[in-house]
């Protein structure tokens, strides 16, 4: 649910969200590979609003192929992230007046690179990458006067290099209860290597 400036009477508004977790893993010999895709969307219109307002819009793939070392929870490994927005998203100025900020693949990240995976199973695993590459992507349109996202004035790229934390683990708490944790970690050691992207996504399913 979404109500901006809420007061005292409230407004009127109808939500709608759709949330979308998909793995499919596969595991021969010594080598697995482990894919996730992660969709989340989500709309509300508010009562005397023009416009219907996202509310969440990510549209995520991790990929990560491992071959095994002698110890079995250990693997040589490489990544691949990519992370994106499905539709345009707006600043609103007011009810009626609003700006486009971003849209697919305005901004869009890419990371990839080497590392070592732990994995104990399909729910509980850590990818560590230490030297990773990230490209961040942007239309030439957002930059003309201004940087997007890191993405300098007047470039369409920015690329990155540094270490990457990728962790995902999902229990069954009690029958028909599950927790899922989505966490992705990112140094930038070209840049205030010691300034963190945190990415986590918490979801409880019942």
């Known amino acids: 649910a979404f109500n901006h400036d809420w007061t005292g009477g409230g407004s009127n508004n109808v939500a709608a969200n759709l949330a979308?977790?998909?793995?499919?893993n596969y595991k021969?010999?010594?080598?697995?590979?482990?894919?996730?895709?992660?969709i989340d969307y989500g709309l509300t219109k508010v009562d005397g609003d023009e416009y219907?307002?996202?509310?969440?819009?990510?549209?995520?793939?991790?990929?990560?192929?491992?071959?095994?070392?002698?110890?079995?929870?250990?693997?040589?490994?490489f990544f691949l992230n990519s992370k994106t927005q499905m539709t345009d998203g707006?600043?609103?100025?007011?009810?009626?007046?609003r700006t486009l900020i971003n849209k697919l693949l305005s901004p869009g990240y890419l990371q990839?690179?080497?590392?070592?995976?732990?994995?104990?199973s399909d729910n509980l695993k850590?990818?560590?990458?230490?030297?990773?590459?990230?490209?961040?992507?942007?239309?030439?349109?957002?930059?003309?006067?201004v940087a997007h996202f890191g993405v300098e004035k007047g470039k369409t790229f920015r690329y990155e290099f540094g270490a990457a934390v990728n962790a995902y683990a999902k229990f069954n708490l009690l029958e028909n209860i599950t927790l899922e944790n989505t966490l992705n970690l990112?140094?930038?050691y070209l840049d205030k290597p010691?300034?963190?992207?945190?990415d986590y996504t918490f979801n409880l399913m019942m």
């Open 90 to 97: 707006y600043k609103y100025v007011d009810s009626q007046n």
């Open 52 to 77: 219907t307002k996202k509310t969440t819009d990510r549209f995520e793939v991790n990929s990560v192929l491992g071959y095994q070392l002698n110890n079995p929870q250990w693997y040589y490994s």
């Open 194 to 198: 010691s300034n963190v992207d945190i």
């Open 28 to 38: 021969k010999d010594k080598w697995a590979w482990d894919n996730n895709i992660f």
């Open 112 to 120: 990839f690179g080497p590392g070592m995976l732990w994995k104990k």
């Open 126 to 145: 850590v990818n560590i990458a230490p030297a990773t590459s990230r490209l961040i992507f942007t239309a030439k349109k957002f930059t003309e006067d």
């Open 186 to 188: 990112y140094s930038n």
């Open 20 to 24: 979308v977790s998909y793995a499919f």
